[in-house]
């Protein structure tokens, strides 16, 4: 798979990707010349929208939790060298939908950060669609 193919030249063992227009969400393997990676996918029932999280392997050996809030959030948890850590992944609705689906994002986006314990490490990846101006 390209993407994997990328992942392995930049050595990059946590990526977040959006707009994977794969239906439904699941994990499976992709693998490079010499790298394995782990794709952990949110989707919808349609191919429309979606985002994955691939994680190198044996990174994904410490994978602990996986929690998929809706279709344009979800987080993993790893526990890398003993500190817990979350890998919180978010697709925000782009200008042109409806205000309701932007409010009901950012709820669920502030509710979902307000349960996470204060001594576990965040780090966010995803398209947040912000504009300037």
Excluded at 99 to 116: C, G, R, V, Y
């Amino acid at each position: 798979m390209e993407i994997a193919e990328m992942l392995e030249r930049r050595r990059i063992d946590i990526c977040c990707l959006q707009e994977t227009r794969l239906k439904s969400n699941g994990v499976c393997h992709v693998n490079s010349d010499k790298e394995k990676y782990k794709l952990f996918w949110n989707g919808q029932k349609t191919a429309k929208n979606g985002f994955g999280n691939f994680v190198r392997e044996p990174l994904a050996q410490e994978v602990l939790d996986i929690k998929k809030i809706n279709s344009r959030l979800m987080w993993i948890k790893l526990c890398i060298e003993k500190q817990t850590m979350i890998i919180f992944s978010a697709y925000a609705p782009q200008t042109g939908e409806s205000e309701e689906m932007k409010n009901d994002f950012w709820a669920a986006f502030s509710d979902t950060i307000s349960t996470i314990p204060k001594s576990e490490a965040i780090l966010f990846g995803g398209d947040l669609n912000g504009h300037v101006g």
